[in-house]
């Protein structure tokens, strides 16, 4: 069975577009005069842009884990696992484009180290710590690591892809086991870059600052909202009487990795708060001093609510099952996301001059509905179930 975009759902999205390119309008047509202007817009681009892409990336990732595990399961909801993947095309010409007006606005004091006074003795404006961290951290290197970033996951991307549609295709198992060897090595690449990414576009931008637990910290949280993503569209699809092969025990299992990835993200929160709170030292706990006194309650109540509603709502198999709880829990963990995100990109580049207004919510709606729009049309280009994967017997017949 095909999928087909309602006209419900494409008025919906052309309306999320809509209202957040109207209310983006208004909020730079009230702020463009404002000293912090490009600073909060290109703030909020690269929060949106990295917020959105990690939804995709995850998906990613979560593909290349099923393969090089070899998993049976997940057959059935194969298609929408390649659906949220199909945005990350987007979201790197999004990061790109971010990234780029940020280099040639020198940062536009997000990136302090892109600042070339930073990096200059005679400069009123120099700093000492960025200039023995310039050799790494410089626009050069920067935009090198970015690149084959990008570069990797789109070629693994497209690989993924192509394999896909051959393997509907011709059917048999050869594909299957390049796939299962290609996801083995992305497994080695994402481990590195997963981390290595996170200081680069995010842990940089409080340059002062570092924390051996943030990458670990930011892949939780790309990890727990892309498998919220899944189950959101993959409950949404069930309601609208597609994916007959898939049953409650494979809504469940995605539930279970929602309810997972919530732990672990919050251990990883709780671990680097902690430790860095323990020792108490001047130069780790700037950090959290800067959110703790502008954004307590977003930076405390995003934590709770990413580790108590999960932990209290989603503890038991039925509401693993459940498509009303998984909705409104769903709705709730990409939110606090979304917030852990513009916490950690806000404080260090806004401070205490950071707000919610038109623009934040205009940007944040604007993608959304793009987001959704790209992922219902994905949906649109193939089946809903693979057809000839050699695991899809078993997941048809998937019970727990």
């Known amino acids: ?5 309602t006209s419900k759902a494409k008025t919906l999205t052309l309306s999320m577009i809509i209202i957040g390119a109207v ?9 463009a005069g ?36 070899e ?11 390649e659906a949220i993947m199909g945005y990350l095309p987007y979201g790197i010409g999004f990061m790109v484009l971010v990234f780029f007006a940020l280099t040639i606005t020198d940062g536009a004091h997000i990136y302090g180290w892109m ?10 404006h120099y700093d000492p710590i960025i200039y023995a961290k310039s050799s790494y951290l410089n626009k050069g290197f920067f935009w090198l690591r970015t690149v084959v970033y990008l570069g990797v996951y789109a070629w693994f991307w497209i690989g993924y892809k192509k394999r896909s549609i051959e393997e509907d295709r011709v059917g048999g198992t050869e594909i299957h086991f390049k796939n299962y060897r290609k996801g083995a090595v992305f497994l080695v690449f994402f481990a590195v870059f997963s981390s290595t990414s996170s200081w680069d576009w995010i842990m940089s931008i409080d340059v002062h600052w570092f ?61 680097q708060y902690m430790l860095i709170w323990y020792a108490n030292i001047g130069e780790e706990v700037i950090y959290y001093m800067m959110r703790i006194e502008n954004y307590k309650l977003m930076y405390f109540g995003m934590f709770f609510v990413n580790f108590a509603f999960p932990m209290l709502l ?18 709730i963990i990409l939110l606090g996301h979304w917030t852990d995100v513009y916490v950690m990109v806000s404080g260090g580049s806004m401070g205490a001059a950071a707000s919610i207004g038109f623009i ?8 959304a509905g793009f987001f959704i729009r790209v992922i219902l049309n994905n949906l649109t280009k193939g089946p809903l179930s693979p057809i000839n994967h050699p695991f899809l017997d078993e997941s048809i017949h998937h019970e727990i």
């Open 71 to 81: 998993t049976g399961w997940y057959a059935a909801v194969k298609k929408v696992i």
């Open 211 to 271: 924390s051996t637990l943030f990458g670990w910290y930011t892949f939780a949280g790309i990890w727990c909202s892309s498998m919220t993503v899944l189950v959101l569209l993959t409950m949404y699809l069930k309601k609208q009487g597609y994916l007959p092969k898939v049953n409650e025990s494979h809504i469940h299992d995605i539930g279970k990795w929602v309810f997972a990835t919530s732990f672990l993200w919050s251990y990883l929160w709780f671990s």
């Open 314 to 331: 989603l503890m038991s198999r039925d509401a693993k099952r459940h498509f009303g709880t998984l909705t409104v829990i769903g709705i």
């Open 360 to 367: 934040e919510i205009g940007m944040l709606v604007l993608m």
């Open 1 to 5: 069975m095909e999928f087909k975009v």
């Open 23 to 31: 209310f983006l309008a208004i909020g730079i047509a009230t702020n």
């Open 115 to 124: 600042d070339p006074d930073t990096v200059d003795p005679t400069s009123h």
């Open 34 to 69: 404002d000293d912090h202007f490009l600073k909060r817009l290109l703030t909020n681009g690269l929060i949106n842009s990295f917020f959105f892409f990690s939804l995709a990336l995850g998906m990613l990732f979560f593909l290349a884990l099923q393969y090089a595990t």
